[in-house]
């Protein structure tokens, strides 16, 4: 996962890199854009290359830092309105998180995820370590907080649909498809290392994954921006992810299709969204409007346009044939796995 996500993010950083080049022509403040996107492409890769939660979190703050200079680029009064509540959920998570570290090092006595493995159940299966126990789960809700809000999980995912439609449409996709899945390692780490195969916990990522698609899909569906409505799809879109990653953890030894499932589709996500930020940018710097209403039938006349659109569409939406649809169907599988296993 870490080789296959650093690699993933220097792909996605070169790609918007690129389009910066033109889509920044005629904007101010150019210089100290470029010098905060190379400084998240560092943070961001240390997120996913780090061995233990302190590391993590260091990396992880400096992330959503320098990641805030982006959403308040234009400086504009709705620029920084969102920046500001894109701030306030970073570095409010960043502190419920930091609490739940000092609680797992206070229990554990270490943060290194290998010496992790395992110890909710290791810990369960001795006798009186009842507190240990229960401090062991707080720790875990309170990563969990703190993480999900940088993934954009229900209920903290009120960023997204604010930051998305005034970040430049480079930062976009960045923001969308890369830095959600730094708080989706976390999420990860937490499930696959500490609460494996515990059935409360598996069941509350479940839960919120469920909460997160479904709200996202509705927002998305009564939005009338562009990328506010690629923003919300993002979110429904974690809840996929979530909903892999808690099947993964209910179904303990037997989770190779969710855990398959969860990551091709973060795959997925983040390089379809790639596209579909871009096609949006495109729209933007010919017409600068996003509103539905008014950019209708810009895409007339404009094959290849049209052609990269439908593409990350047909794929986001898991049309038969494309990459969505294969992911989807495994993490589907997944759930059809664990009713039989319940039955039995």
Not at 75 to 98: C, F, N, P, Q, W
Not at 204 to 225: E, K, N, R, W, Y
Not at 247 to 257: A, D, F, H, I, R
Request: one cysteine or more; hydrophobic letters at 50%; charged letters at 15%.
């Amino acid at each position: 996962f870490r080789a296959l996500y650093g690699t993933i993010a220097a792909f996605m950083w070169f790609m918007s890199t690129l389009f910066s080049k033109e889509y920044f022509a005629h904007y101010r403040n150019r210089n100290r854009y470029y010098l905060f996107l190379m400084l998240t492409l560092g943070a961001t890769e240390g997120v996913f290359l780090s061995a233990d939660f302190y590391t993590t979190f260091i990396f992880f703050e400096i992330m959503s830092f320098t990641s805030y200079v982006w959403v308040a680029h234009d400086e504009k009064k709705d620029s920084l309105r969102a920046a500001g509540t894109y701030l306030a959920v970073a570095v409010i998570g960043g502190l419920v998180m930091l609490m739940g570290i000092f609680l797992l090092y206070h229990t554990m006595g270490t943060l290194m995820f290998d010496e992790l493995i395992g110890s909710y159940e290791h810990l369960c299966l001795t006798e009186g370590n009842e507190l240990s126990q229960k401090k062991l789960i707080a720790s875990g809700l309170c990563m969990l907080f703190g993480f999900g809000a940088k993934a954009g999980a229900f209920p903290l995912h009120i960023w997204l649909p604010k930051a998305h439609p005034v970040a430049p449409a480079p930062a976009s996709a960045l923001l969308s498809g890369i830095l959600t899945k730094a708080g989706m390692f976390g999420i990860l780490v937490l499930t696959s290392y500490i609460f494996l195969a515990d059935m409360v916990w598996g069941t509350l990522i479940l839960t919120l994954g469920v909460c997160t698609m479904v709200v996202g899909a509705v927002l998305a569906l009564f939005s009338v921006d562009l990328k506010r409505t690629l923003a919300c799809s993002s979110v429904s879109q974690i809840g996929f992810i979530l909903v892999g990653v808690g099947m993964s953890g209910l179904l303990g030894e037997e989770n190779s299709l969710a855990v398959r499932g969860s990551l091709l589709h973060m795959v997925n996500h983040s390089l379809i969204k790639l596209a579909l930020f871009m096609a949006a940018g495109v729209v933007f710097m010919n017409v600068h409007k996003l509103n539905l209403n008014d950019i209708r039938g810009f895409g007339r006349k404009k094959p290849l346009l049209n052609y990269i659109f439908l593409m990350g569409a047909l794929g986001i939406g898991g049309v038969p044939l494309w990459n969505g649809y294969i992911s989807k169907t495994l993490i589907h599988e997944s759930i059809v796995e664990y009713i039989e296993l319940m039955e039995e």
